[in-house]
């Protein structure tokens, strides 16, 4: 597709499960981010991919939570053992990190998580 | 640590109206500053990207400034229509730290036909 894709749209799990959540970035965009907005919040940062790397994790808010990126393309955020506090909206972004709109953002629609 | 503010929260005007979004940071050591729109219940859409050598970015009856020096950036909507109503975020990278946005909190503007 022409845009970044993420799936599933919404998700209700219960507490205590493991969810995850996909993106597929832009075709050709080496730069991906993971963001978390919650209800009533600004958007936080969670991870950033450069390529398969993540040089950055400090957004996780804990070890709970982790990322991958395979093959320079699709990322997959895993939330184990999820709470309450948990829910929110996740949001996925690449980016072409070259040229003259090097580092301009291009959002999913995100993955809206509901934990009962 | 980068702070984004945004004034005001929420703006009302009537269809016609011009809008004008402000957008304050902290660190002047930006890479870029990004402009977005968010639509209820929906992602970001990229409005206007600001590199840090750049003053300003035009699109359409979008316009918007860049002031490094006193931490500024102003969103400027010509002849607002009820389409416009949405939220919209300013986000900037630094330099130093050239990937991870820092995001205000938005100002949510409704337009009334």
């Known amino acids: 597709g022409a845009g970044v894709s993420q799936s599933p749209s919404n998700k209700v799990t219960e507490k205590g499960k493991d969810v995850e959540l996909r993106c597929d970035p832009i075709?050709?965009?080496?730069?991906l981010y993971w963001y978390r907005q919650s209800l009533g919040q600004g958007l936080e940062f969670l991870i950033y991919?450069?390529?398969?790397?993540?040089?950055?994790k400090s957004g996780l808010p804990s070890d709970r939570f982790s990322a991958e990126r395979t093959g320079g393309s699709v990322s997959t955020l895993t939330i184990q053992r999820t709470q309450q506090e948990d829910s929110a909206v996740y949001l996925c972004?690449?980016?072409?990190?070259?040229?003259?709109?090097?580092?301009?953002?291009?959002f999913g629609e995100g993955s809206r998580l509901t934990v009962l | 640590k980068q702070e984004v503010t945004q004034i005001p929260a929420a703006l009302s005007v009537p269809e016609g109206e011009n809008l004008v979004l402000n957008c304050s940071f902290t660190?002047?050591?930006?890479?870029?500053l990004q402009w977005f729109r968010q639509d209820p219940g929906k992602g970001l859409t990229s409005l206007l990207l600001?590199?840090?050598?750049?003053r300003e970015q035009t699109s359409g009856r979008l316009n918007a400034s860049l002031d490094k020096s006193s931490g500024r950036s102003t969103l400027y909507i010509a002849a607002s229509q009820p389409g416009d109503s949405a939220t919209y975020l300013c986000?900037?990278?630094?330099?130093?730290?050239?990937?991870?946005?820092?995001f205000g909190a938005g100002t949510t503007v409704t337009v009334r036909a």
């Open positions: 972004a690449s980016s072409s990190y070259r040229g003259l709109d090097a580092g301009e953002l291009f």
């Open positions: 075709s050709g965009h080496t730069a």
């Open positions: 991919f450069q390529g398969n790397s993540a040089p950055d």
């Open positions: 660190d002047s050591a930006i890479y870029n």
């Open positions: 600001i590199q840090s050598s750049q």
């Open positions: 986000a900037v990278v630094l330099a130093s730290n050239d990937y991870k946005l820092s």
